[in-house]
T-cell receptor, first 114, second 113 residues
Framework: GENVEQHPSTLSVQEGDSAVIKCTYSDSASNYFPWYKQELGKGPQLIIDIRSNVGEKKDQRIAVTLNKTAKHFSLHITETQPEDSAVYFCAASLSSGGSYIPTFGRGTSLIVHP | DVKVTQSSRYLVKRTGEKVFLECVQDMDHENMFWYRQDPGLGLRLIYFSYDVKMKEKGDIPEGYSVSREKKERFSLILESASTNQTSMYLC????????????FGQGTRLTVV
């Protein structure tokens, strides 16, 4: 099955700095890579996703890059703000029984210091 | 907006009790999932369902069962709760067009004492 590794487990930055979270996946058949943000006391919320037919996608201050050859993808957050503090999860999709089941990384706790 | 609602935010149950966690989604999604979230372990799939009365085991189904009698509702059942099932439980749903794009509920923090 698919295996997703996520690094770092904790990331501490100063407000205004950039933050980068990296994930690798094992199954070359995976073709969908979402990123979720989980704020304290809430469920994960999809913030950006990318499919394997593109190499980069951007939405305001966040961007995701994908390297299919190396089987890794990254989340980039620029000009970080305190409200970016949360746990971020990457995932890779695996087709099973007619439905695509995401396999999640273990999460990165991002702390943005004012 | 998709809304996935879990019936309880916090739950405390005794060892050996039968526990029901309920999840309802309002977007007519075909697929529904139950995950367990533990510190350092991320999200682990317990069960999923891609249609009414259909269910598939995930990565950690032992000690759990599920029920999906109606399309909008997916229940997780702990037949005999144990202390190692103390965890955060997350329900999610997705549609048939983008089945891999999951929307999560707010989570139920279950404590088994």
């Amino acid at each position: 099955g698919e295996n997703v590794e996520q690094h770092p487990s904790t990331l501490s930055v100063q407000e205004g700095d950039s933050a980068v979270i990296k994930c690798t996946y094992s199954d070359s058949a995976s073709n969908y890579f979402p990123w979720y943000k989980q704020e304290l006391g809430k469920g994960p919320q999809l913030i950006i996703d990318i499919r394997s037919n593109v190499g980069e996608k951007k939405d305001q201050r966040i961007a995701v890059t994908l390297n299919k050859t190396a089987k890794h993808f990254s989340l980039h957050i620029t000009e970080t703000q305190p409200e970016d503090s949360a746990v971020y999860f990457c995932a890779a999709s695996l087709s099973s029984g007619g439905s695509y089941i995401p396999t999640f990384g273990r999460g990165t706790s991002l702390i943005v210091h004012p | 907006d998709v809304k996935v609602t879990q019936s309880s935010r916090y739950l405390v149950k005794r060892t050996g009790e039968k526990v029901f966690l309920e999840c309802v989604q309002d977007m007519d999604h075909e697929n529904m999932f139950w995950y367990r979230q533990d510190p350092g372990l991320g999200l682990r799939l317990i069960y999923f369902s891609y249609d009414v009365k259909m269910k598939e085991k995930g990565d950690i189904p032992e000690g759990y069962s599920v029920s999906r009698e109606k399309k909008e509702r997916f229940s997780l059942i702990l037949e005999s709760a144990s202390t190692n099932q103390t965890s955060m439980y997350l329900c999610a749903s997705s549609d048939g067009t983008y089945p891999d794009r999951a929307f999560f509920g707010q989570g139920t923090r279950l404590t088994v004492v």
